[in-house]
C-alpha cells in the first residue's frame, strides 16, 4: 500500500461557528475583502451578520458583491481590482463554489501580473504572493472551501477551465450548516448532487486511495440519505450538517484524487451555456456515464446501486452494477433533476462542438473507459433528450 495525502486547509466545522470569522480572518492582517454574490432578501440578514462578525473583530472591509455564476475573467478582473484598491490583505469567499472560486482567483489575480486566465493549470503557476483565502460555505455541494481549484469562464472563447494549485487552498474554511437553511430547493438539489459526484469520481479515479474509498463512500451514503431530508424541509439542521460534511468530504476526495468524464463534459456544458448550474450539467450527463461506464469499474457501480437501492446487497456485483445507471435516474428524478440538454435549451446543432469541447480537459482520460471522439459524441447525443423538467 502507497498513497499520498495532503490537506493544508484549518476546518472550522460546525453549528455557529460563523461567529469565529472576525478572529480568524484577523490572523492575516485588519484589511479584508469579502466576495458575494449581489444582496438579496435572501442573504440580507446574513451580510449584516457577518459585516457585524467582521466590524466586532476590528476588521476594515471592501464589500465586493460582483459575483456572478459561472465566474467570469470579467467579474475577477473587477474584484482584483478592487482588492488592489483597497489593499486587502485576505479574501473572504462567502457563498457556494461561484463566491469561494471567485475568492480564489481575484486572490491571485490581485497579486500577480497579467489575467487570472494566464493562470490556469496548464500555464503559469499562482507564486506565494497570492494572498490567503478564507472560505465560508453557504452551500452544500462544490467542495471549493477545501480544494486547490478555482473554476473560471471566458465567455469570448465559450470556454471553462481552472486554476489549479496548491497556492489557492484556503487557508481557514468555516462550514457552519446554520447558513444553509434558507437554501432553495433549486439550489440544494444540484449542489447536493455535485457532492455526491465528487466522492463516487473519486473512487473511480486512477488516484483513489483506501484513505479517499473511506471518505468518499460516506459522502456518498450522506448524500443519498440526506438530500431528500433537506429538499422536504430545507430547515432540517439534521440533514443540512449532512450534507455539509458530505461536502467536506467529496471536496478532500478530489482535491487527493480528482474528477473523470462527467466533469469534463459538465465544464464543457458551462462553458458554452453560462446559464447551466454545474450540479445541474453533472445530473445531465451521469446515466448516459454510468451506462458507458460500469463494466469497466463494475465493484464501485455496484457499491454506488447498493447506496441506492439496498435490496441489492446479495446480488452479484455485475447484476446490481448494470442496474447503476437506471437506480441514478430514479435518484435524479426524486430530487427533481432528471433533465436532457433539450430542457436547458442546448441546440442539437452545437451537440457535435458540444463533444469536441468536452475533451479538452484532461479529466475523461481518468475515467475507468476512456472515451474515444465518436463515443464522446454518442454520449452527449445520449443526454440531449428532453425529460420535460421531470
Known amino acids: 500500500m502507497k498513497f499520498n ?3 493544508p486547509t484549518e476546518l472550522v466545522f ?40 467582521l466590524a466586532e473583530a476590528g476588521m476594515k472591509v471592501t464589500h465586493f458583491d460582483g459575483v456572478v455564476p459561472n465566474p467570469t475573467v470579467e467579474s475577477i478582473a473587477v474584484g482584483a481590482k478592487i482588492a488592489r484598491q483597497c489593499g486587502a490583505q485576505s479574501m473572504i469567499g462567502l457563498g457556494g463554489g461561484s463566491s469561494m472560486d471567485s475568492a480564489k482567483a481575484i486572490a491571485v489575480e490581485a497579486t500577480h501580473e497579467g489575467s487570472c486566465w494566464d493562470y490556469l493549470f496548464y500555464k503559469k503557476a499562482p507564486t ?41 487552498y484556503p487557508k481557514v474554511s468555516i462550514v457552519d450548516p446554520e447558513l444553509m437553511v434558507s437554501l432553495p430547493r433549486e439550489i440544494t438539489a444540484p449542489t447536493g448532487f ?16 483506501p484513505l479517499i474509498e473511506l471518505m468518499a463512500w460516506r459522502g456518498i451514503g450522506l448524500v443519498v440519505e440526506a438530500l431528500p431530508k433537506a429538499l422536504a ?18 471536496g478532500y476526495s478530489i482535491a487527493n484524487a480528482g474528477v473523470t468524464l462527467p466533469h469534463g463534459v459538465g465544464m464543457a456544458i458551462g462553458g458554452m451555456y ?4 454545474h450540479g445541474v450539467a453533472l445530473a445531465i450527463v451521469y446515466p448516459a ?18 447506496v441506492l437501492d439496498p435490496t441489492l446487497a446479495d446480488r452479484p456485483d455485475t447484476v446490481a452494477a448494470e442496474r447503476s445507471s437506471r437506480l441514478v435516474e430514479d435518484f435524479l428524478d426524486s430530487i427533481g433533476l432528471r433533465l436532457g ?15 469536441k469541447q468536452s475533451m479538452v480537459l484532461p479529466d475523461y482520460k481518468a475515467n475507468p473507459r476512456v472515451a474515444t471522439p465518436a463515443e464522446m459524441e454518442a454520449l452527449v447525443r445520449e443526454s440531449f433528450p428532453s425529460f420535460n423538467g421531470k
Not at 452544500?140 to 489549479?164: C, E, F, L, M
Not at 440538454?341 to 463533444?355: C, K, T, V, Y
Open 289 to 306: 456515464f454510468a451506462r458507458f461506464t460500469w463494466r469497466s469499474a463494475v465493484t464501485q457501480f455496484a457499491r454506488l446501486a447498493r
Open 233 to 250: 424541509n430545507g430547515a432540517d439542521l439534521d440533514a443540512r450538517e449532512s450534507l455539509a460534511w458530505a461536502d467536506t468530504l467529496g
Open 128 to 168: 506565494e504572493k497570492t494572498l490567503p483565502i478564507i472560505a465560508v460555505s453557504t452551500t452544500s455541494g462544490t467542495g471549493s472551501h477545501v480544494t486547490q481549484v478555482a473554476v473560471i469562464t471566458n465567455p469570448s472563447t465559450r470556454d471553462k477551465s481552472a486554476i489549479y494549485h496548491p497556492n489557492v
Open 194 to 209: 455535485d457532492a455526491l459526484c465528487h466522492s463516487f469520481e473519486s473512487t473511480i479515479h486512477p488516484n483513489c486511495s
Open 274 to 277: 453560462p446559464h447551466v448550474a
Open 341 to 355: 440538454l433539450a430542457d436547458m435549451g442546448i441546440p442539437e446543432a452545437e451537440l457535435s462542438e458540444l463533444a
Open 14 to 53: 460546525g453549528r455557529r461557528r460563523v461567529g469565529e470569522l472576525g478572529a480568524l480572518a484577523k490572523r492575516f492582517g485588519e484589511r479584508t475583502l469579502l466576495v458575494t454574490v449581489k444582496e438579496s432578501h435572501a442573504v440580507k440578514e446574513q451580510y449584516a451578520r457577518i459585516l457585524q462578525i
Open 5 to 7: 495525502y495532503h490537506q
